[in-house]
């Protein structure tokens, strides 16, 4: 726990609110251009968090951050491939991010949140971000926007309730929200939409003991394993200290509706995976299980005059393909060189800080193509890369995050022959929120 007075008198260039990945990279980068800066964050760490199979292309904001030798000295198990098996039981070839690029860059983490999101807001105090912990942000701050504008309001600071449960009002420039599938912001001013499609729940814990692949290279990959009928699929993530989390994601009527307890749910979908259950004959449930409801959504907008939303509290995607943290590092990067430049230009608007939004929700959106092919009954990757062996490193590519390249895109062309892709998802939405 990272433990600071609140002072009254602040103000500061940038307020992040949370403190999680997106909050610690956004006050990471914006130290590291010199901008005062203060990171809020109401929780005490260590807690426990999900998202812990990390994507290849986190590597570069990591080198960015001043990361990559932490991690590196960490006990966090490297991620090498993602593998698929079917509900049959029979197992894809793994997916090796080095078949393309065999330098450390090809190579991942299997993260235990707790520990990673402490040393990621220890390493932006480090670089010169100033960190309240645990502090909650219980309001914003707001200017009326002009009458008949259709603008919604600008934000102009902060107020904070410190642990003995006064408040102090904190100016800024700029106001970011990092608070995750919370939304402060984008639930605030409604513009959280969820996904339809992708109405899904997830049933996860922790267990000590599981099966681990005795081959080096397989030892840290990720499994997907799909259930009878697909009705669902398992994720099977191993992390330090001989722990795995294991979780399945499913619609949320067939997972959740007319069950019994989240312990009773997780037991009988396990029950329902026959390449799992050998799997955790040996293994024992270390955690309490944890339930997620209906957690694919975007907002409307980025940003708007004064404030800007990263990480979850902007978008968030199906878990298939591990996406959450490389987006919440990703966006957030992107936001906070875009304020970087806008307080250097005298423009806090809501179209100068959204610049990157349309760019990088493209690349959300790649993925969320890849996740609408996997739910397609009877498609199948490998099948595809067989039938279309000139994409399979295209393929790789999204798998290691590599989609703020358009280039990837021809990729889905073919995959449209057997995979519906709704035609809202093909739509970005606004930059910016003014109007």
Request: net charge negative; with cysteine.
């Amino acid at each position: 726990m990272l433990k600071t007075n609140c002072d009254p008198h602040a103000d500061f260039d940038v307020v992040v609110i949370g403190g999680g990945p997106a909050g610690a990279t956004a006050g990471t980068i914006l130290a590291q251009h010199g901008r005062k800066t203060l990171v809020v964050e109401r929780a005490a760490f260590p807690r426990f968090h999900i998202g812990e199979s990390l994507m290849p292309e986190t590597y570069w904001v990591f080198e960015r951050l001043g990361m990559l030798e932490k991690l590196r000295r960490s006990t966090f198990v490297r991620k090498l491939s993602v593998q698929f098996v079917s509900a049959s039981g029979r197992e894809s070839a793994p997916f090796y991010f080095d078949e393309r690029d065999p330098r450390e860059c090809s190579q991942t983490w299997q993260v235990l949140r707790s520990e990673f999101d402490r040393m990621m807001l220890e390493n932006a105090a480090e670089h010169g971000a100033v960190v309240w912990q645990p502090c909650n942000v219980v309001d914003v701050i707001e200017q009326a926007p002009p009458l008949g504008s259709g603008r919604l309001p600008a934000i102009t600071g902060v107020v904070v309730q410190k642990e003995d449960g006064s408040t102090v009002r904190v100016g800024a420039r700029v106001v970011v929200d990092a608070t995750g599938t919370n939304g402060m912001l984008s639930r605030r001013f409604d513009l959280r939409q969820a996904d339809p499609a992708l109405r899904k729940a997830s049933v996860f814990a922790h267990y000590k003991g599981a099966w681990r692949d005795p081959n080096p290279r397989d030892t840290g990959a990720t499994l997907v394993m799909q259930i009878e009928n697909q009705a669902g699929w398992f994720w099977y993530i191993p992390l330090p200290d001989d722990i795995v989390s294991i979780g399945i994601v499913g619609d949320i009527d067939y997972l959740i509706k007319n069950r019994g307890k989240p312990e009773q749910i997780l037991a009988e979908e396990i029950a329902r995976c026959p390449f799992l259950r050998p799997r955790l004959e040996k293994a024992e449930r270390v955690s309490p299980v944890h339930v997620l409801s209906d957690f694919s959504y975007n907002s409307k907008a980025c940003a708007g005059d004064g404030w800007v939303l990263v990480g979850d509290a902007f978008t968030f995607l199906d878990p298939m393909y591990s996406s959450g943290v490389f987006f919440a590092l990703k966006s957030a990067e992107l936001a906070a060189d875009a304020i970087h430049e806008a307080l250097a230009a005298g423009d806090a608007s809501a179209a100068r800080l959204g610049v990157w939004g349309d760019p990088f929700y493209a690349g959300v959106q790649a993925i969320r193509k890849l996740v609408y092919a996997f739910y397609t009954p009877d498609f199948s990757f490998g099948k595809f890369t067989r039938m279309h062996p000139e994409f399979k490193d295209a393929l790789v590519r999204l798998l290691i995050g590599d989609v703020l390249k358009r280039d990837v895109d021809g990729i889905f062309e073919p995959m449209s022959e057997s995979v519906r892709i709704p035609a809202e998802i093909r739509l970005s939405p606004p930059p910016d929120a003014s109007g």
